[in-house]
């Protein structure tokens, strides 16, 4: 059988990725983890998973678990520009929602939606950035992706289009898993299989089809185009909102953020050390 040819990483292009196995893979040169091809066999059907969980009103309850996040999200960041706002995988609308009550005019785009509007919002359906209404195709003064950029197949050409649709001075922010602390609880959850606190630290652990570091991040954002790239830790959602059942997930996850930032701090800030990650960058003015 002739061997699967190596992929080029999906984040920095760069060559030289190493199986993590089939149909994982991992680049050395920018961490990123991540599913080749996207929907490989034996890979969860995402796009099924969450409309099973919109449906359920799980994806509701993830989400105004994020409450916090999206109110920090916008808190030192009054609407400017033409005021209008993107937010790709949208889900149920709990940002939009919230964006739109701070004066923004907010359009969420997502596979999965039933489509709705309300006062200042709009909720489409499409799948960004090559099936979508018109409503969805900017120009913005920001376009956010919460947790959603784990799932696209090519994050490079995504980010691009998000640029393109971006007024010029316009902002990203995008919220992902940290792939690199991750991989750190995952190994020490291994070593402690088979007792309770390994149970909690596995669920506090994710792998998504792209799981990105902070380099990963940055260098994605850099080859889309974007300008004043920058990458800081992101607190955790509280408590269990994916329904676990780790009864004590919420003070697990305090706990292994509290050791992680502690270790940030003493590396003088230079690295991001954090379960999720936040990053911002710029289009250009001109
Ligand atoms: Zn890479």
């Not at 920095?12 to 983890?33: E, F, H, M, S």
Request: charged residues 20%.
């Amino acid at each position: 059988m002739t061997p699967t040819p190596a992929p080029r990483c999906v984040a920095c292009t760069a060559p030289g990725v190493v199986p993590a196995p089939a149909p994982w893979w991992r680049c050395p040169r920018c961490g990123l983890l991540f599913a080749d091809p996207l929907d490989a066999p034996g890979a969860v059907d995402y796009a099924r998973a969450y409309a099973r969980a919109y449906a359920s009103g799980e994806g509701l309850r993830v989400e105004r678990a994020r409450a916090r996040l999206f109110a920090q999200a916008l808190a030192t960041l009054a609407p400017f520009g033409s005021r209008r706002c993107l937010d790709v995988g949208c889900g149920m609308g709990v940002f939009v929602r919230f964006a739109a009550a701070l004066g923004w005019t907010a359009i969420g785009v997502d596979h999965a939606i039933a489509p709705t509007d309300g006062p200042g919002f709009q909720l489409v359906e499409g799948r960004f950035p090559d099936r979508i209404p018109a409503e969805a195709d900017g120009p913005f003064a920001l376009v956010t992706f919460f947790n959603s950029l784990t799932y696209v197949d090519d994050p490079i050409a995504v980010l691009a289009a998000a640029h393109a649709r971006l007024e010029p001075g316009g902002l990203v922010i995008i919220r992902v898993p940290n792939a690199a602390m991750h991989r750190r609880v995952a190994r020490v959850a291994a070593a402690l299989r088979g007792t309770r606190a390994g149970a909690w630290l596995a669920a506090a652990t994710v792998r998504h089809p792209r799981s990105y570091t902070p380099r990963a991040l940055r260098e994605a954002l850099t080859l889309a185009g974007f300008d004043d790239v920058r990458v800081v830790a992101s607190p955790p959602v509280p408590g269990d909102p994916y329904g676990t059942g780790a009864t004590a997930l919420g003070l697990v996850k305090i706990a292994v953020e509290a050791v992680m930032r502690a270790a940030g701090v003493l590396s003088a800030g230079r690295l991001v050390w954090s379960l999720s990650l936040e990053a911002r960058a710029r289009r250009a003015r001109c």
